[in-house]
């Protein structure tokens, strides 16, 4: 951590500082400029408050060098971190592809789609049984019945299932789920982050709408530092600017991640763009920067959908498009899971 | 609702969607133009999802004419929403003062500071018991004794109390608190804004870090759906690319949430920009644009607080803040609540 | 400015760089830490590319301490500038008030509005000549006849005229506008900049649509740099998610640029907003928070306005709003500048 | 052209509005509703302004139908542009690769840099002699100069060579150019557009830092409407919230310009991300993504690079990079071009 000192700091204030600085078993190295005095803190400074440092009058600006999360970090795990998921490894040499609806409709619905996408390629059961909506007077999902039904899908398609929890009240309820996946707007739900690091299953962590690849990192920091290291980071489009599409793919997130984390990361190009359009061409482009898996909305009948018909895929256009993300995964070295 | 058709739209996709449509109890009418075909929906399409529209293929784009917020729209409910805080009447011709430290640190700590606040004009108390803090390593406030620490807080100085909740999990432990606050983080945490909206408390709602003002609205009207109508709306900034400030105030926000419903829009200058030395012209930009009340953050001691140490004022600079706040909001012919 | 080395940077890499640095007339510090070691450069380091530090293999990261402003920069100039425009004092202890249609339509239309502006107040006339639009096919201002226009105006009406340039090869035309006007798109248009920083006249620079205020400073040093130091600066709002405005107006920027240097600042909410009935709150908001200027659209027909109808005030209107305006400035202490 | 009037509309006042509208050439079509009317807009109203129409008090909100751009519109021309630059067809079945410095900095720089990149398999050089910077202080380009060392180099190596070009007043010196390019900050200098589009060049248009695609389709339209239809786009990152990335690279943009435009687009993985070690990742992106084009920053010696060093490949990290690119493009079924 780096302490940039104001030019009329007065020395008093100064050892001021570094005493208190110091009661953090950190060591504080003054180095005096021209312009200005620099504290280098060296140790361990995770713990370290930047804000009550900004509160010291003498202060100007503090920077921190080493990064705030450790075990999502990949310097302090070089390895990637491979999630067997009933049998799909994910994170390691396979891409995995999840498929399925927005929204549990009916078990007729999901057991058709899932099986359509089973057919097609996927290699896990994705579907929402409870729904975070805008409006409340939008769909909320079928909640507890939703999950009967996805847990009727599994057992009809072998596909592992993974769905979203927006409450710990909830818990209970997805002790047979394979995957818990927390949405983009509870990617600071602290209480349930904290909840879910006690658990012992895989966590799929959506990024926030307009959260840095840092926060969700820390997010991730507060699942596995309670327990649980199973997490799966989730590259979702982020809010912009830009008005054609939902959100905007952050295409060098999923690098990034790559690099900082030993993590496995999943891209989702429905919700990162909205539109059945750009599905597959970000699809491609995914692969090809090295996610580990996509998740992939894909529903029967997209007009008479209860959410998001627009970015939902038809089995068709799935079978399709998964023609073309087997390919590339192949060729780029990362062949999708075949599931026999 | 106004529906634009794709250029190659047939008859036979068109009667159907028509079909599908008027299913909904509105009435589908088709205009013919030169280059595209528009069907207006006109009747109650609150219910009606656009994602499913855009699902047809013959559509191109569709754009809701009515606001989706009923409960929260002025447009329905032509007067202020004035809120009656023990005894500080909260949406009409006062301004509200909430004062006090980001988070509730020891009993000294508060019952120091509130009376500080008391004295210098704050007509309410804000202290954070439950702190949502990006890293799990930071300081996660005093939970359950915070609350304690509160309500003796309440009884020495007799101003109500702000504070904030992460769970529903902890409602039980807000029954006797005054406002229950919603975190930017969980604006869009639906299940509990559910559970706030069958409690009979007043709720100061924060803006959502990137939400748009239609989406804080729909965040209302979750509550108010509910049957609480309680509902205090409140911009605490939001994210831009902007590094100079934590977050970017949106002033505008102010009046046009003012135009555009009834409830009592609150301004918290401190998150919006976690700069000690922007508090005062804020807080005045605040109040000439007509907000109902401040959120402020003072701490007896900022640099030894454990949490926004640098966006906290001392009391002393409160003090003189609250002059220029007291001296305007009186010119504005909406002056500081005066509590005996 | 703070250079943070790589964990595994070599004595050797490390010894090289140091010597790269020390060319350029700076002090290279060397503090070695547990996790990682940092350089402090010392002296000045305005001229130093951040880009080339960061290319060497050992550097992790860079942080300028220095602002990289020094012409416009307050810690250098700690007095206000106030510049004289025809008697206008701006800057200082008055409040200016520029007003007048987005674009010149006919000399009927200048000359009724700017006798209209005059007579609620207003202490300098705008208009623009040259239109920066987004389509091509729409329409692009009278131009050179603008200008001439302008000036008769000027003439009835004793108002000092304000008017975009937007390309250097018109800057002859301008040489009897009181004050020349960059718009946002074209801000970083840094050979116009340069060419206005050779001529002697006040240059209203607008900040760039997504330009952080450090980016406005540097253009604002473009054009000192070159020898012309009367440069006012400009909020008109900044591109984010929100879109219900046009644009987001960064009230703290007013406080901020007042704060970081010695420059005028003006806010123009016409901009900023899009909405008219935006314009009146956003004025005082941006006088409560220390504005030195304001400059607002106002257009005798707005309906049948050539450009951004939409967020014209009618002379009537713009009346209303001085009424408020000027009594709030006075109020502030710095009231609007009185012309006989 | 969608119109939506407020539900206190009178008669009268629709019916001038529809009278003022019908002068235009365009038909009003009133659709009556329960709660609100709509007027619908039959015709070309491509030259309509939508800020007039917003001034009417009785209009609640305007929606255009048509994409106000014509000729950079694929409805009116769905056969791809396809550019011969020097032999090098772009916008076709071929993936072109430009790549060279950031700047011109001497013959001797660029001449090795631009052997080393043919070597490689790059298509085109690029190099910078005029050079927006962000400070005044930095490095300004060798101007005149770099575009005399451009020709050398072209004339060395056969690479046509595309370089940007900052103001109209420096277009002579273009003239032995292959592409003229126009950077990011530049893109809405419309007086430079219109002069460009009056030569019958090449023009590499770079989306603005927050530009949306359909001002970036408006920018091109500029050049289109004064003769010039050889325009290239170019996504190279937008600006949002994240600070690990320079940028963010939208890499929908890609696709979708593909499906909105009929012209070559062009990805520039080095300004997008600023970061060497995902130029790699970014350009595979970007390939599977449907790109015609990449735009690659290479140095011979990044850490002495008077500008971008940090985003500069060596051109061994190029080759490698190359390899890559090449076997990818080559999958997609649209191989790099072979440059005998």
């Given at each position: 951590m780096v302490i940039v000192l104001k030019n009329n700091a007065t020395k008093?204030?100064?050892?001021?500082?570094?005493?208190?600085?110091?009661?953090?078993?950190?060591?504080?190295n003054l180095v005096e400029g021209v312009h200005?005095?620099?504290?280098?803190?060296?140790?361990?400074?995770?713990?370290?408050?930047?804000?009550?440092?900004?509160?010291?009058e003498c202060v100007e600006t503090v920077r921190r060098v080493q990064e705030?999360?450790?075990?999502?970090?990949?310097?302090?795990?070089?390895?990637?971190?491979?999630?067997?998921?009933?049998?799909?490894?994910?994170?390691?040499d396979r891409t995995q592809v999840i498929a399925g609806p927005c929204s549990v409709e009916s078990e007729k619905q999901l057991i058709e789609t899932a099986q359509a996408c089973k057919q097609a390629g996927a290699t896990m059961l994705r579907g929402g049984a409870f729904k975070p909506r805008t409006s409340p007077y939008s769909f909320q999902g079928l909640r507890e019945e939703g999950i009967k039904i996805l847990l009727k899908?599994?057992?009809e398609t072998g596909l592992p299932v993974v769905t979203e929890i927006m409450s710990l009240a909830h818990l209970d309820m997805f002790?047979?789920?394979d995957v818990i996946?927390?949405?983009?707007?509870?990617?600071?739900?602290?209480?349930?982050l904290k909840a879910l690091g006690r658990c012992d299953k895989p966590i799929l962590l959506k990024r926030g709408l307009s959260s840095t690849l840092e926060e969700l990192l820390m997010s991730a920091e507060y699942i596995m530092s309670e327990g649980n290291s199973k997490v799966i980071l989730c590259e979702r489009g982020i809010r912009t600017f830009e008005p054609m599409t939902?959100?905007?793919?952050?295409?060098?997130a999923v690098a990034l991640l790559k690099q900082k984390s030993h993590l496995p990361v999943v891209v989702d190009p429905s919700h990162a763009?909205?539109?059945?359009?750009l599905v597959e061409p970000m699809s491609l482009a995914a692969v090809a920067a090295g996610c580990d898996a996509l998740e992939i909305e894909v529903h029967c009948d997209p007009k008479n959908a209860l959410s998001d018909g627009s970015q939902q895929l038809t089995p068709q256009a799935f079978a399709e498009c998964m023609v073309k993300i087997k390919a590339l995964a192949q060729f780029m070295g990362k062949p999708v899971d075949s599931v026999e």
């Open positions: 008093q204030q100064v050892s001021e500082l570094i005493g208190r600085l110091e009661k953090n078993n950190v060591r504080a200005s005095n620099i504290i280098g803190l060296i140790g361990d400074t995770v713990h370290i408050d930047i804000e009550a440092i900004l509160a010291n705030p999360y450790k075990n999502a970090n990949r310097k302090f795990h070089p390895d990637n971190t491979v999630l067997d998921i009933c049998g799909r490894l994910t994170g390691g899908a599994k057992k002790s047979d789920v996946q927390v949405g983009a707007r509870n990617m600071q739900n602290f209480e349930l939902r959100n905007t793919l952050d295409i060098s763009t909205g539109l059945v359009k």
